[in-house]
């Protein structure tokens, strides 16, 4: 079955820190995060391409960092400096490799909770 299960969500104080990690279960291209807080729409974070070729949405430029271990089909989200407006349902996203074919999927997605 294919799958991404993603870990490390939480309750953190503002200025603090999370990591999230995701794991897939095959080999991935292109893989992410999003995010969605309620009432709004679910946007993108941060993505990674299997050579490394990385994009941030402005909001977390110098505060989160993204990386991946293509060995182990996993990206991982490094959350620094934790603001309350990044508390949202964070979603893994990638591209996947299934019976030949290239299609996207999502994770069930991870609750972050930044208070003040």
């Known amino acids: 079955q294919v799958q991404l299960v993603e870990s490390g969500g939480g309750l953190v104080q503002a200025g603090g820190s999370l990591r999230l990690s995701c794991v897939a279960s095959?080999?991935?291209?292109?893989m992410g995060w999003h995010r969605q807080a309620p009432g709004k729409q679910r946007e993108l974070v941060a993505r990674?391409?299997?050579?490394?070729?990385?994009t941030y949405t402005d909001s977390v430029k110098g505060r989160f960092t993204i990386s991946r271990d293509n060995a182990k089909n996993m990206v991982y989200l490094q959350m620094s400096s934790l603001k309350p407006e990044d508390t949202a349902v964070y979603y893994c996203?990638?591209?996947?490799?299934?019976?030949?074919?290239?299609?996207?999927?999502w994770g069930q997605g991870t609750q972050v909770t930044v208070y003040s």
């Open positions: 996203n990638a591209d996947l490799w299934v019976r030949d074919r290239l299609s996207n999927y």
């Open positions: 095959g080999s991935a291209n292109t």
């Open positions: 990674i391409t299997r050579a490394g070729m990385i």
